[in-house]
């Protein structure tokens, strides 16, 4: 039962055979050389005859919000086979070869552009490309040889206008490997229900066509081959999900208060820019992690400052008025560099986090610190998290660091006692120790990155599938330290937040309420169904009937099971698929 | 004579593919040859696939180059559409 974790694009779950969904694209197109005739200016413009008039019939079906963007492809198309001509008249090549050239060369200079966005738009030009040498060569739009109808589609990406032909078709879900979640595909496939996540691991040579699997949408996970007790669960889980769907909707724009009338902050996780800009609308209360690593994996270098300054400002403009808490970048560990070599034996017990950032605080933490004081001088709506902290001494040297360059870059020497520093709790060490963090002066807040603070509590790595039944938030071990650490920042009086997976699961939202937090930063679409869950619940009500039995439980099933009955117990039984 | 813009995107998209569209359209409705430059690169502003090879983007500066006879009422209006109708489109 293999199971894959992806990231969503279109909430939803669906049980349903899988298929895979091949095309050719213009990419495909090998031909070098073509015979050139005297009409191929005419099969040009025959062939955008016939792509506007696909437009004009998807139009017809397209949401409104669509409309606009169709239009745009409209004017690609006319641009690209305006330039396709001109190749045709000076070099006497056939349509096919000067569209493939007018589409390489726009490719090319949309990657460079740099824009994440403007990058989607390579896969807009891909499909009116594709689109224009299909109707060159007499083919028609899709073939239609496929039976999709009720079958979860797995791709290497999909077009817009294959995502409204599977509405069109009633396909029940949609799995691809590239695509982002703002790509107009996503949008179609938001509007017409039609769940859909990205898996950039999978590999279409891996899935046979036919084989069941749960498309969970919600969770972010592909089941493929579910067991018996695996599809019962799903099965519940959808129908659960069918009824709650409006509900949660409408909870995603109101702002999160418990029965006993605590107001709770739902912030988002985002991990890169694309992913802000959905998240700006999704309804949270601003972004509880920023995370940056993007920036600096799969490049040759760090960034520079002015890369970093323009990434926090254009994220901070965002969220204007909102929270945006970046967190300095967390390299080292099972994020390699291919500037930064670092030979370790244990890697998450190494140079990672502020160690490294400290570390190589010439090449990475000073741009970076530079790159955050700037933008903070323009945006005041943001937050710096410093990860992996586990001594007195890294906050110390951090805070010197700023002071010094708070000097360098002469701005307001005031400007230090204003900065809304952050420390990131993922090591027990930090956990046990926050008071004595938080006296170094300076520090705001405190957040949970649970992920982490899981791993090194339970010595369990996740991603070790011989181990990785011993990993759950729930452990009581977790919960307990949780309880002695929460309770001595609170104490404090700082504000204190989780920032991990475990802030977006049901089961941990009633504990983390109990425990004090008030500050839950979750996945952009987690947003709606988390709130609705904190409306549902009662801290005092959690203090008193649930909290000790949980820390007093001797492993994950009790304190699960305490948390079920608890839930079942004031009327969430709509939730047991989520428990 | 040449008229020039200088305008900063304040609209959350910058000039991808609707804003883009729109911005184009805008410019196509004028007689005038219109240019689009954000730093070194340049773009014809009634072509969008040079548009959107821009990558122009929040909070991006770029510059707008109009030249012919209806220019003054061009400068006008891709104005009025850049630094208020397409941040209208965001809400």
């Known amino acids: ?579 | 004579m040449v008229t020039i813009l200088s305008i900063k995107l304040k609209n959350r998209s910058g000039l991808h593919a609707r804003p883009a569209s729109v911005f184009v359209r805008k410019c196509k409705a004028f007689k005038s040859i219109i240019k689009v430059q954000k730093g070194d690169k340049v773009a014809d502003a009634k072509n969008i696939l040079q548009v959107l090879s821009l990558g122009a983007d929040c909070g991006d500066e770029i510059l707008i180059e109009i030249n012919g006879e209806d220019e003054k009422i061009a400068a006008e209006e891709i104005k009025k559409l850049v630094e208020e109708e397409l941040p209208e489109i965001d809400k």
């Open chain 1, 1 to 579: 039962m293999p199971v894959f974790k992806g990231i969503i694009a279109s909430q939803g779950v669906s049980i349903a055979p899988l298929i895979r969904y091949i095309v050719k694209t213009v990419e495909d197109l090998d031909i070098t050389y073509c015979e050139f005739s005297t009409r191929e200016e005419i099969r040009l413009d025959v062939a955008l005859e016939k792509y506007i008039e696909l437009l004009s019939e998807i139009k017809k079906k397209a949401p409104e919000s669509e409309r606009e963007l169709l239009e745009a492809y409209e004017l690609m198309a006319q641009s690209l086979v305006d330039e396709a001509k001109d190749i045709v008249r000076s070099e006497n090549i056939c349509s096919e070869l000067a569209v493939k050239r007018v589409y390489l060369k726009y490719r090319d200079s949309f990657r460079e552009s740099g824009s994440s966005l403007i990058a989607l738009r390579e896969a807009d030009l891909r499909s009116i490309a594709s689109s224009l040498i299909k109707y060159l060569m007499g083919y028609t739009e899709g073939g239609g040889i496929l039976d999709i109808r009720d079958k979860i589609i797995i791709a290497e990406d999909v077009t817009p206008t294959d995502m409204i032909k599977f509405a069109k078709e009633g396909v029940k879900g949609v799995v691809t490997l590239k695509g982002g979640v703002t790509s107009h595909a996503a949008i179609i496939a938001r509007s017409n229900d039609i769940p859909y996540i990205i898996i950039p691991e999978i590999r279409l040579d891996d899935i046979k066509d036919g084989e069941i699997a749960v498309l969970d949408a919600l969770d972010g996970l592909l089941v493929v081959k579910p067991g018996e007790s695996e599809l019962e669960k799903y099965m519940a889980k959808l129908t659960r999900f069918e009824e709650l769907k409006s509900i949660i909707r409408r909870n995603a724009f109101i702002k999160a208060t418990t029965l006993d009338n605590y107001i709770v902050d739902v912030l988002c996780n985002i991990r890169d820019l694309e992913e802000a800009r959905v998240a700006s609308s999704s309804g949270c209360d601003g972004v509880g992690l920023f995370r940056i690593e993007f920036l600096y994996m799969m490049k040759e270098k760090a960034p520079s400052e002015d890369v970093l300054y323009n990434t926090f400002i254009k994220v901070a403009e965002f969220f204007r008025d909102k929270v945006v808490v970046i967190r300095a970048p967390d390299l080292g560990a099972d994020k390699p560099l291919p500037y930064l070599i670092l030979k370790e034996d244990n890697p998450f017990l190494g140079l990672r986090g502020i160690r490294l950032l400290l570390e190589y605080r010439e090449e990475i933490f000073k741009p970076f610190l530079r790159a955050f004081l700037r933008a903070l001088r323009v945006y005041e709506n943001l937050r710096l998290l410093l990860p992996m902290v586990t001594t007195t001494r890294e906050v110390r040297e951090t805070v010197e660091l700023l002071n010094t360059l708070i000097g360098e870059l002469r701005l307001d020497n005031k400007m230090l006692s204003s900065i809304k520093i952050g420390i990131m709790v993922e090591t027990p060490a930090a956990a046990l120790m926050i008071d004595k963090l938080v006296e170094t002066g300076l520090i705001k807040f405190v957040s949970y990155g649970t992920n982490d603070l899981t791993q090194y509590t339970l010595a369990v790595d996740r991603g070790n599938v011989r181990v990785s039944y011993l990993y759950d938030e729930l452990d009581p071990a977790l919960l307990r330290l949780l309880e002695i650490s929460v309770s001595k920042a609170l104490e404090k009086g700082i504000e204190v937040e989780v920032c991990g997976e475990m802030a977006s699961k049901i089961p941990a939202i009633p504990v983390l309420l109990g425990l004090g937090i008030r500050g839950l930063s979750v996945n952009p679409t987690q947003v709606g169904l988390v709130k609705y869950v904190i409306s549902k619940l009662s801290v005092n009500s959690v203090k008193k009937e649930l909290l000790s039995r949980v820390l007093s439980s001797s492993n994950n099933e009790e304190s699960r099971r305490s948390i079920r009955e608890y839930m079942v117990s004031i009327g969430l039984e709509e939730l047991k698929p989520w428990l």
